[in-house]
């Protein structure tokens, strides 16, 4: 199975930045399209960015776009998300997902196959 691994989460003032990984350990890894999801308290998953393969094709929820990058090296089987100017609308655990399987649009939680364990992100006002 594809495991994943989020780091780089952690507590963070109004305004600041944090780079988020995810490391993964499949063979294929630069062949599949990942994304950057959050989930806060009592909401529903959400999309934040989406990249596709090596060539890079990014996506982008309206809620981050402008501030946040999503990025890949495949040589270490990452994918980061930089996020500048944190909102405390912001806060919520951060997951990475791998689209394996199945294909759609890539903000929609159900077209992903694999999923981390996440990583706590809290931006205080």
């Known amino acids: 199975q594809v495991q994943l691994v989020e780091s780089g989460g952690g507590l963070v003032q109004a305004g600041g930045s944090l780079r988020l990984s995810c490391a993964a350990s499949?063979?294929?890894?630069?062949?599949?399209?990942m994304g950057w999801f959050r989930q806060a308290p009592g909401k529903e998953r959400e999309f934040v960015a989406a990249i596709r393969r090596s060539a890079g094709s990014t996506y982008y929820a309206d809620s981050v776009k402008g501030r946040s990058t999503v990025s890949r090296d495949n040589a270490k089987n990452t994918v980061y998300l930089q996020m500048n100017s944190l909102k405390p609308e912001d806060t919520a655990v951060y997951y990475c997902?791998?689209?394996?399987?199945?294909?759609?649009?890539?903000?929609?939680?159900?077209?992903?196959?694999?999923w981390g364990q996440g990583t706590q992100v809290t931006v205080s006002s």
């Open positions: 997902a791998a689209m394996v399987f199945r294909s759609g649009s890539y903000s929609s939680p159900s077209n992903y196959d694999y």
């Open positions: 499949e063979r294929t890894f630069s062949s599949r399209a």
